[in-house]
């Protein structure tokens, strides 16, 4: 088998939000890959690369395996609550992929996912910026 390919996603997501974030896995020529059987499926939110799971999600709990080359990654309001509001710097302004980290960019978060597959090697199919963004308060009535 060939490596999986590993898919940069960043994300902004809203405060409160229910987020459901379908995964399509293909390996590094572009094929779908079948993950069906796969043993495991992680996803975890941190501070920061290496950092401690701010909301961790697995299969059977928060993740759901959908078509044969897809899975579904589930995150509910309460974890999207909890988060902190980013704040962007002006001097980011078309910044590249390698200039954005947590340093630079108050309160982003690092998310990741790793599949482990049906004969026991474990790959990283996703990994991103989390930006989380407040939402405008309700009128009074």
Same mark, same amino acid.
């Given at each position: ?24 896995v293909k390996d ?15 996803w975890a939110l ?68 790793? #599949? ?10 996703m990994s991103g ?5 407040? #939402? ?6």
């Amino acid at each position: 088998m060939t490596e999986l390919k590993r898919d940069i996603q960043n994300l902004v997501v809203f405060a409160g939000d229910d987020v459901r974030l379908l995964c399509t896995v293909k390996d590094d020529t572009g094929a779908l890959v079948d993950v069906s059987g796969a043993l495991e499926i992680r996803w975890a939110l941190a501070a920061s690369v290496g950092g401690t799971a701010l909301i961790e999600k697995t299969l059977g709990s928060g993740v759901s395996k959908g078509a044969p080359t897809q899975f579904y990654i589930d995150v509910d309001s309460a974890d999207t609550a909890a988060l902190t509001n980013t704040v962007y710097w002006p001097q980011l302004r078309g910044a590249t992929y390698d200039e954005i980290d947590r340093l630079s960019i108050a309160n982003s978060y690092y998310h990741e996912c790793t #599949v482990t597959a049906a004969d026991g090697k474990k790959y990283t199919v996703m990994s991103g910026r989390w930006f989380s963004r407040a #939402v405008i308060p309700p009128t009074s009535p």
